[in-house]
């Protein structure tokens, strides 16, 4: 028969092998769980609700001439004075570019109407193999992009020509950076019906500096100047568009649904166009609309544009942004409760030691040294998740007194575990991972506006918490043992 001591040493090293998993699993599931979202292209159902319109759309024009001041966010572009001569020639516009805000998957909703979510094109940083169907820029015989930097993203959408030429590419960048305002002028300046300029200074000084910098200000008054520029020596009859793809956060970053970073300021002007002193809020497929009619192209039969008129009528706020389903939000909801419920029910001693005090210290500690993350922070994706974890350490030290004080490991992980797994639901991760292992369904990024970002955080909680409670775990034997010697000598 197992002696009562046999039995204890059972328990204690089964708990010790599962805690262990846990502190040192979790970063290695974090580190896949983000590969998975930012290394695959995939389709995300969603209901729109921009509805339906049948006005007729802008009427085409004979010159097009589209720049793209690639990071500039809606507070960097007020008061620019040559984006402002463009607005006040035209319609101001805040544009929502939908999620996530990533340069090339926003421009493929530029060109095609075709949401993020419906095009598959989500964290996609790379070259596309084809220009995705019904691409305006590939129905137009004499279309012309030029990248001041990046050109994979220009090539990605059937331009007749795009600039720099890929045999240039072995080429010093900083050479074709030099050439680039002066490229961009020609190109514009000529008879070409499609122009489109990507402006790129901006986007690498958030990325460097951040757009709280001198830096980034430095490179938003050179790209309204190169903006100037262009406008001076442009066809009288141009149709002009010019907007962002996203914006930064203060310290650089971008790709969440923030509306700061998300909603950028945009101005055309032209032919078709009535001069307005109002602002209106529309959605980038509603100007990919605008800019297809302008080019008489046709985009894809699923694209969601309104009609310009339709389109500057209703703001429809959100439209186009994924959200969990109600059965998601409800499976998640009951995740959390029972995780609360056994929680509390593991610890018998009553008070205040009931609470998931380690968990509650870990989100104040993420929320006061980061905010809460979005996909547009780069601790989100960090490999080794150190800044995230460095902001839980006072909850794995909360964890380690209150293990040694006798609480049941499982009060402060298993609260810990449900909020996690109820984050992973909401971010369509079970089908994500599970369905195309049972043959039912395609591998996807498991991506939904903050509950992505609050998947990666919540790894890291969940392994600061193990390692504390490891810790006492086990240190517990030996912490026992001191105390049965210190209560022997009195």
């Given amino acids: 028969m197992t002696g009562p001591r046999s039995t204890a040493a059972t328990r204690w090293l089964a708990g010790a092998v599962v805690l262990a998993t846990l502190a040192l699993g ?8 983000v590969r998975a979202l930012v290394g695959r292209d995939g389709q995300i159902p969603m209901d729109m609700f921009l509805g339906t319109s049948s006005s007729p759309g802008l009427s085409e024009a004979k010159h097009v001439r589209v720049v793209l001041l690639d990071g500039l966010g809606a507070a960097a572009a007020s008061g620019l004075p040559a984006l402002s ?7 101001e516009l805040r544009v929502d570019v939908g999620f996530p805000t990533v340069s090339l998957p926003v421009q493929a909703a530029l060109w ?11 964290y996609r940083a790379t070259q596309l193999e084809a220009p995705p169907a019904g691409a305006s820029p590939a129905q137009v015989a004499d279309s012309v992009a030029l990248a001041e930097s990046h050109p994979e993203i220009v090539r990605s959408f059937g331009f007749a020509s795009t600039r720099p030429d890929p045999s240039r590419d072995p ?27 990507h402006v ?27 903006l100037g520029r262009m406008r001076a020596v442009g066809p009288a009859d141009a149709l002009w568009v010019v907007l962002a793809d996203h914006g930064h956060r203060p310290a650089g970053g971008h790709g969440g649904e923030e509306p700061e970073i998300r909603v950028v300021r945009a101005c055309v002007a032209g032919p078709g166009i009535a001069p307005s002193t109002s602002i209106a809020s529309i959605h980038l497929v509603d100007l990919a609309r605008a800019l297809a009619d302008a080019l008489g192209a046709k985009l894809p039969s ?31 909801a009951v995740l959390v409760v029972l995780a609360l419920v056994l929680g509390v029910r593991s610890d018998r001693s009553g008070g205040w030691r009931v609470l998931p005090w380690a968990l509650l210290l870990a989100l104040a500690g993420v929320a006061v040294m980061h905010g809460w993350p979005t996909l547009s922070d780069p601790p989100v994706f960090a ?13 794995a030290v909360l964890a380690l007194g209150l293990g040694l004080a006798g609480q049941p490991a499982r009060a402060q992980l298993v609260p810990a575990l449900g909020l996690l797994a109820a984050a992973l639901v909401l971010c369509r991760a079970p089908e994500v991972w599970l369905l195309p292992a049972l043959g039912l369904g395609e591998a996807g990024p498991p991506l939904m506006p903050r509950w992505s970002a609050t998947v990666s955080v919540l790894f890291v909680v969940v392994r600061s918490i193990a390692e504390g409670a490891a810790l006492a775990w086990l240190l517990r034997p030996l912490v026992q043992r001191v105390r049965a010697r210190v209560r022997a000598r009195r």
Avoid at 112 to 122: A, H, I, M, N
Avoid at 307 to 314: C, N
């Fill in 26 to 33: 979790a970063n290695p599931a974090r580190k896949a769980f």
């Fill in 85 to 91: 001569e463009v607005c006040a020639a035209g319609q």
């Fill in 112 to 122: 095609t109407g075709r949401t993020q979510q419906q095009s598959g094109l989500q």
């Fill in 171 to 197: 080429e010093d960048p900083e050479v074709w950076r030099a050439e680039f305002p002066e490229h961009a002028i020609a190109a514009v300046a000529s008879t070409s019906r499609l122009v489109h300029v």
């Fill in 200 to 226: 790129l200074r901006v986007d690498e000084a958030g990325h460097a500096s951040g757009a709280a910098s001198p830096a980034y200000a430095e490179a938003v008054r050179g790209a309204d100047e190169l």
């Fill in 302 to 332: 699923d694209a969601r544009g309104r009609a310009w008129t339709d389109a500057l009528a209703d703001a429809a706020p959100g439209a186009t942004l994924p959200h969990p389903g109600p059965l998601r939000v409800a499976i998640a």
């Fill in 383 to 395: 490999p080794r998740g150190l800044q995230l974890w460095l902001a839980c350490v006072p909850a």
